[in-house]
């Protein structure tokens, strides 16, 4: 949270860099709720990292005020545990598309998740590769025509990002439309609030390259979680993740629970090892000295 007496507002988390995406990107949008849930929290601009992999989307972090580490293709998770491990205080939000964190970068996610590293992941699933121009991804639809798939994607199936979530072990996993601000927005705000792994998707539609989500498309096909919605119930959010109605696609936060943190675990193991009368740390860590 910030240090200052002065309340920031969304637009004091606006870098001096104008963004670079098409024209009615979804990923503007993404941008505007970061910038809102950010100051909702009043979160610190010198004690926040935004870090990013490779894509249109990862370029997120040039247009934040805050710190900001643009890292390897696929590799934003690990430097993210990096930075938290190093540095606890910090508030790190990573985000991606779904080609960066879910093709060459899908290693990584499962264990980030089930050790409940405390870090916020907002990706925007746009269901194709943007800024290589427009191959299919893992989120892909099957029988996508693309310019590298002129006769139809044939994967047979593609990663349900939710399912994925919630079978390796967030805490926290959401998802939102980039055209809807407010709930994306506040959706963002719970997820930065929840101590653990929070994983939120964001629909957010590639005006360029997709010619099938499209904003019209979401528009007619979001539809919030029932109200009666157990988002405490695991087995519910994967039901929820696998079967929304015919046509629809849920909005809102399908789970929530607390666990243990990767810190938390580590912190016991240093307070153990500090208490273990019968080894001498310094002479342990002399023999590795040699």
């Known amino acids: 949270m910030t240090t200052t007496a002065e309340v920031l507002k969304a637009k004091d988390y606006k870098s001096d860099l104008r963004p670079v995406w098409c024209p009615g990107c979804g990923d503007y949008g993404v941008l505007n709720g970061v910038q809102q849930a950010f100051a909702s929290l009043q979160v610190s601009l010198y004690n926040t990292v935004c870090v990013s992999g490779i894509g249109c989307s990862s370029r997120l972090p040039y247009f934040m005020k805050t710190y ?50 405390d870090l916020t992941c907002i990706m925007m699933d746009n269901h194709i590769y943007g800024l290589t121009k427009g191959q299919v991804s893992p989120t892909s639809n099957t029988g996508m ?83 009666d919605h157990d988002k405490g119930n695991l087995v519910a959010a994967l039901d929820k993740a696998f079967n929304p109605p015919t046509g629809k696609v849920y909005s809102g936060v399908f789970f ?22 019968n080894r001498d740390l310094n002479q342990f860590v002399d023999e590795f000295a040699l």
């Open 68 to 117: 900001g580490f643009h890292s390897l293709h696929g590799r934003s998770l690990p430097v993210a545990t990096g930075l938290k491990l190093a540095n606890p205080e910090l508030e790190v939000v990573v985000f991606g598309g779904d080609g960066d964190l879910f093709s060459i970068g899908g290693g990584h996610f499962p264990h980030v998740a089930r050790k409940n590293t």
């Open 145 to 227: 025509v693309t310019a590298t798939t002129p006769y139809g994607a044939p994967d047979p199936a593609s990663v349900n990002p939710l399912a994925y979530a919630l079978i390796y072990g967030a805490t926290f996993v959401a998802q939102a439309f980039s055209g809807s601000p407010k709930q994306l927005a506040d959706i963002i705000t719970q997820a930065i609030k929840h101590k653990g792994f929070s994983y939120v998707n964001v629909i957010s539609p590639c005006l360029t390259f997709n010619k099938q989500d499209t904003f019209d498309f979401y528009k007619d096909a979001m539809a919030e979680l029932p109200a």
């Open 256 to 277: 929530q629970t607390q666990r243990p943190t990767l810190l938390d675990g580590l912190k016991k193991i240093s307070e153990k090892a500090k208490a273990d009368k």
